[in-house]
Nanobody
Framework: QVQLIESVGGLVQAGGSLRLSCAAS????????MGWFRQAPGKEREFVAT????????DYADSAEGRFTISRNNAENTVYLQMSSLKPEDTAVYYC????????????????WGQGTQVTVSS
């Protein structure tokens, strides 16, 4: 079965930048969209950003718009999240996810998940 393998997160100061990556283990994997969710301690997992696999059309949560950029390399089955102007409230475990469905903001539509990676932003 397909696995989504995430890069290591990291510790960064407020205002800094960090890039995450996520690669699907199978080259034949063809989701409708891949993207990122995040979960802070004691909070529910929330949508961050997704990108439609074929067209490259992105979708961002309000908290990410203007600061985060999602991109993908179809040939490598890899999705990236470039995070800039990071804030302490961005601190969370970030999960890569893939969906076959068009409602890309709906968490329950995602059947494939990465292992999660910790991103910590210090003030």
């Amino acid at each position: 079965q397909v696995q989504l393998i995430e890069s290591v997160g990291g510790l960064v100061q407020a205002g800094g930048s960090l890039r995450l990556s996520c690669a699907a283990s199978e080259r034949t994997f063809s989701p409708y969209a891949m993207g990122w969710f995040r979960q802070a301690p004691g909070k529910e997992r929330e949508f961050v950003a997704t990108i439609r696999w074929n067209s490259g059309i992105p979708d961002y949560a309000d908290s990410a718009e203007g600061r985060f950029t999602i991109s993908r390399n179809n040939a490598e089955n890899t999705v990236y999240l470039q995070m800039s102007s990071l804030k302490p409230e961005d601190t969370a475990v970030y999960y890569c996810a893939a969906t076959r469905w068009r409602l890309v903001r709906e968490r329950t539509n995602y059947n494939y998940w990465g292992q999660g990676t910790q991103v910590t932003v210090s003030s």
